[in-house]
């Protein structure tokens, strides 16, 4: 699991507060703060979100309360652990913040030693569940994102591109003749192979956003949004080029030579009137085409809009 420091953000108007629990964190935990709604969840949403969330309900604009609900209805910041810290100790308070999502309540005044224990505890928590969700999604064989990450991936690709109007690409890849491959070398050299193409794969992506995942077998997927057909044929070409490479040998008879893969590009604009299968349709039939013409190369097109 990550060794880290766990990531606590504070969110309270009062910087007395907020000093207090820093004061009390800062020695076991990386602590960021917020004073008001709006920068907590400018701080929730940040690429390195925090692990736990301690949250005053009292506050101008917008309340705790209110921060809470928006956590909780987004994907990316509802698994967020959040603590309510408040003055507000009537039990329908208490009731109303755990019914919203907190996974605490904690009143002021409160006990340091207490509270550390309970962060902790909370803390330790997300992090077991976190790795426990990242073994979920990785392929055991070749340590990229299995079949299941990358569904999940597309999914979230696809609304994200209809929301903002942007391409969506994928790279389809398959290896060439790998049953003659494991027939001739054994299923251990072949799932060596296969571990030597994928990080191959994997290492020509940049972006946080790419998905390379195993789509199953010997075929892998590469997914990456706002990315139009020039630049996805760019991307395929450098993840041809690193197989050839990595050198890997083909003895049987029928390649006599090294591992080498064919592609399949597609790109699409999301929309409503389409569903994200369009675009895997349209990279498998470019992949054909190049297993057609003679493998190893990559074959490329648009999914054409509604009309």
């Not at 690429?47 to 009292?58: A, F, N, S, T, Y």
């Not at 050299?189 to 940049?206: I, N, P, S």
């Not at 706002?226 to 029928?254: F, K, N, S, Y």
């Amino acid at each position: 699991m990550d060794e880290s420091k766990p990531r606590v953000l504070i969110v309270d108007d009062e910087r007395s507060n907020i000093n207090i629990l820093g004061n009390l964190l800062v020695p076991e935990f990386d602590v960021v703060v917020a004073t008001d709604g709006a920068a907590a969840l400018n701080r929730a949403f940040a690429e390195q979100r925090p692990d736990l969330i301690l949250l005053d309900v009292m506050m101008p604009g917008m309340d705790g309360y209110e921060v809470c609900r928006r956590l909780k209805a987004d994907e990316a910041t509802r698994d967020i652990p959040v603590i309510f810290i408040s003055a507000m100790g009537e039990e329908d308070d208490e009731a109303l913040g755990l019914q919203i999502g907190a996974v605490d309540y904690v009143t002021k005044p409160f006990s340091p030693p207490i509270l550390k224990m309970r962060i902790r505890t909370h803390v330790e928590l997300k992090r077991l569940r976190d790795h426990w969700q990242r073994l979920s999604t990785v392929d055991g064989l070749t340590q990229i994102a299995n079949r299941r990450a990358f569904d999940e991936a597309l999914a979230s690709a696809w609304r994200c591109g209809i929301r903002l109007g942007h391409p969506l690409a994928l790279i389809l890849a398959d290896v060439d003749h790998f049953k003659a491959y494991n027939d001739h070398h054994g299923h251990a050299e072949g799932d060596r192979c296969l571990y030597t193409v994928a990080q191959a794969l994997a290492a020509q992506t940049k972006r946080a956003c790419d998905t390379v995942a195993r789509y199953g077998g010997e075929e892998f997927v590469c997914l990456m949004p706002g990315v139009d057909l020039a630049g996805a044929q760019t991307v395929a070409q450098r993840m041809g080029a690193a197989v050839a490479e990595a050198a890997i040998p083909h003895r049987h008879p029928i390649v006599d030579g090294t591992v080498s893969i064919s592609i399949g590009v597609a790109v699409v604009v999301p929309s409503v009137d389409l569903a994200p299968e369009v675009l895997l349709v349209e990279a498998d039939r470019r992949l054909y085409e190049a297993k057609r013409a003679g493998r190893n190369r990559l074959c490329a097109g648009s999914v054409d809009a509604p009309g």
